[in-house]
């Protein structure tokens, strides 16, 4: 006999609903932070973007889930079971690379915090011209320098260990979301009507 709630922590309906607001949260204020900031700690042009761009991309299926939980979308969460495996191990090569780019390229960093804020690559750019006014150049704020090259690779790689956990759980809440649609379709609200 198969247990329908095992591991589950919250209902599979509800808890998954309020997994994907707070997964769909934290991944686009990531997206955000990589897209504004992550210039100044991923040196190589278009790598933050590429980054900031796979977290907009997590977030937006974290949303696509929220829909799909609350209207008990069959086709979404089927989708989802298909896309979220690659998802997951996308996010755990992108882990791993960031936080070795965030280890190996510290100098950079440290040369970017020692020299006003300045983005490392736009300084060792020979094409590269200032704009004229101070608002237009960014800078990196003395907040990020002040904590720490070494603590703040420590922090990512914590949070992406909690985001792989987050995920690869959410996964299986998908996949549980799914088999109950399958084995009860005929649920409307709460209850299950037999045909």
């Not at 998954?16 to 504004?36: H, R, S, T, V, W």
Request: aromatic fraction near 18%; charge should be positive; include cysteine.
């Amino acid at each position: 006999m198969w247990c329908d709630n095992c591991l589950l922590i919250f209902p599979i309906r509800a808890g998954a609903i309020a997994l994907a607001l707070i997964m769909a949260l934290y991944q686009i204020g990531g997206g955000i932070f990589l897209f504004k900031y992550g210039d100044f700690y991923f040196t190589n042009i278009p790598e933050a973007s590429m980054y900031g761009g796979y977290a907009m991309a997590q977030g937006s299926l974290a949303l696509m889930a929220m829909i799909g939980f609350s209207s008990r979308s069959f086709v979404i969460s089927r989708f989802l079971l298909f896309v979220y495996p690659l998802i997951i191990l996308l996010g755990a090569v992108r882990a791993g690379v960031m936080t070795w780019e965030l280890n190996h390229y510290e100098d950079r960093i440290i040369w970017t915090c020692n020299n006003g804020g300045v983005k490392w690559a736009d300084a060792n750019n020979p094409n590269y011209k200032a704009p004229p006014a101070l608002y237009d150049n960014p800078r990196l704020p003395n907040g990020f320098c002040k904590i720490g090259v070494k603590t703040l690779a420590n922090t990512f790689a914590f949070s992406f260990v909690i985001d792989f956990i987050l995920m690869c759980y959410f996964c299986f809440l998908i996949w549980r979301f799914n088999v109950k649609l399958h084995h009860y379709p005929f649920q409307k609200g709460e209850y299950v009507y037999p045909q």
